[in-house]
């Protein structure tokens, strides 16, 4: 069974572009989740999207975006690219669409390096 | 506002050693989540514990979860060096799969 791919796995933008990142869960996983990484903030949730909706956004500013397809291939976008926006970018795959699920398990792809100059 | 706290921050033990590594949180949460991220690499699952009491036991590690103390622990038992990693522990809020991270863990094992 093939894992969570991620891609490009690494992207270097200069400051004020803009980015999209591609997440393509396990199959038959309809959630998707973000996280951003980084050394001075930790790993902090962007956003979740289940069945093609945005179920949860943590607290990011509008800049962060995303998006789930009905395939269920997930890709986020962050515009006018600031030198913090600089970190590894995750997402994760589940099973899990809410209550009476039985399975919880959260996969994480490889990650998206993203450097900004 | 949900907070999880890891201690230590930073482990450095010989190899044969036992240690554990604590996470406590602040809201009640029915599951919580340990995991295993080597330098540069993602995140990969060690354990999911989903009641309180639950124990799970994978090689030299051990994962409980105590719901009520608010309180998961990492037991390492006789570590080796190829358990040098950073760990942590997530705990979900009540809607979906959002996660909220410890600061992690990094274990050194020396030889």
């Known amino acids: 069974k093939a894992g969570v791919t991620q891609t490009p796995r690494y992207l270097i933008k200069t400051r004020g572009q803009q980015v999209t990142l591609s997440c393509s869960p396990i199959s038959g996983h309809r959630s998707v989740s973000w996280y951003q990484q980084t050394p001075g903030q930790g790993l902090q949730f962007l956003f979740e999207?289940?069945?093609?909706?945005?179920?949860n956004k943590g607290n990011f500013p509008g800049r962060f975006s995303g998006r789930q397809f009905s395939n269920s291939r997930s890709e986020m976008n962050v515009s006018t690219l600031e030198l913090g926006d600089s970190a590894l970018y995750l997402c994760?795959?589940?099973?899990?669409?809410?209550?009476?699920?039985?399975?919880?398990?959260?996969?994480f792809g490889p990650g998206t390096r993203l450097t900004v100059t | 506002e949900l907070k999880v706290e890891q201690n230590p921050l930073f482990l450095s033990m010989q190899e044969g050693k036992n240690y554990t590594i604590y996470c406590n949180y602040s809201t009640t949460s029915d599951r919580l989540y340990w995991y295993r991220q080597d330098p540069g690499k993602s995140l990969e699952s060690l354990f999911v514990?989903?009641?309180?009491?639950a124990v799970k036991q994978e090689g030299r590690l051990m994962a409980s979860l105590d719901t009520k103390a608010r309180l998961s622990t990492l037991h390492i038992t006789a570590a080796v060096h190829d358990l040098s990693a950073t760990y942590f522990c997530?705990?979900?809020?009540?809607?979906?799969?959002?996660?909220?991270f410890g600061g992690g863990t990094r274990l050194m094992v020396k030889p």
């Open positions: 997530a705990v979900p809020h009540n809607a979906g799969n959002m996660l909220t």
């Open positions: 514990l989903l009641s309180n009491g």
């Open positions: 999207y289940f069945s093609e909706t945005q179920r």
């Open positions: 994760a795959s589940s099973l899990w669409g809410g209550r009476g699920s039985t399975s919880y398990e959260q996969y």
